[in-house]
């Protein structure tokens, strides 16, 4: 897209942090294509397994796929909430709310013991929430495409009925992080 291409749209720089997210997750698929390490060896959290020390795993487990319909989905909205917040922004928030969501997501299902969770759902949520609370705290324009935004939020919600790894308590802890992320990004834009 060039400046000015379509009104209300700006892009004046590529979103470097938001691809840096969506490469590393590609990375770790093709990795685990090799067949030379596992989804656990990767990341994924498997319930009834003990984490004992493996608390790298609740970063690294929203960066693991099996599926390559809920990879695409969930890193589709990675790239739109997350070009959208670093637009707004910078590089970093979305990398940190990406990694913070995602982390809190699969945390809360270790400790409900809720299941297995892997994946970009509760961290692409997250994004989603951010971005949502943060526009409708500052901006708040009729001019929202706001059915795109739930159909993009109930796809990632059915993903977690339709995919177990993409796990619904994840998918909740993923969401209330993004939406906190929202309202202080919201509060520094207002100041």
Not at 86 to 114: H, K, M, S, T, Y
Request: glycine fraction near 12%.
């Amino acid at each position: 897209m060039r400046r000015g291409e379509i009104p209300g749209i700006r892009i004046d720089r590529r979103p470097y942090g938001t691809i840096a997210l969506i490469l590393v997750a590609l990375a770790v698929t093709l990795v685990w294509a090799t067949d030379k390490v596992t989804l656990r060896d990767l990341g994924a959290i498997y319930g009834g397994i003990p984490f004992s020390d493996d608390w790298w795993r609740l970063v690294a487990a929203p960066f693991v796929h099996d599926n390559a319909g809920y990879e695409f989905i969930a890193l589709m909205a990675v790239g739109v909430f997350g070009t959208a917040l670093e637009q707004r922004f910078n590089a970093f928030v979305p990398i940190v709310i990406f990694l913070a969501a995602g982390a809190a997501g699969c945390g809360l299902v270790v400790g409900l013991d809720a299941g297995d969770t892997w994946g970009a759902n509760g961290a692409a949520l997250g994004l989603l929430f951010a971005w949502t609370v943060e526009w409708r705290l500052t901006r708040n324009d009729e001019d929202t495409d706001r059915i795109g935004l739930w159909v993009f939020a109930a796809v990632l919600f059915g993903l977690s009925a339709a995919w177990p790894p993409a796990n619904i308590v994840a998918a909740v802890g993923g969401s209330a992080v993004g939406a906190l992320a929202g309202f202080a990004l919201a509060q520094r834009s207002r100041a």
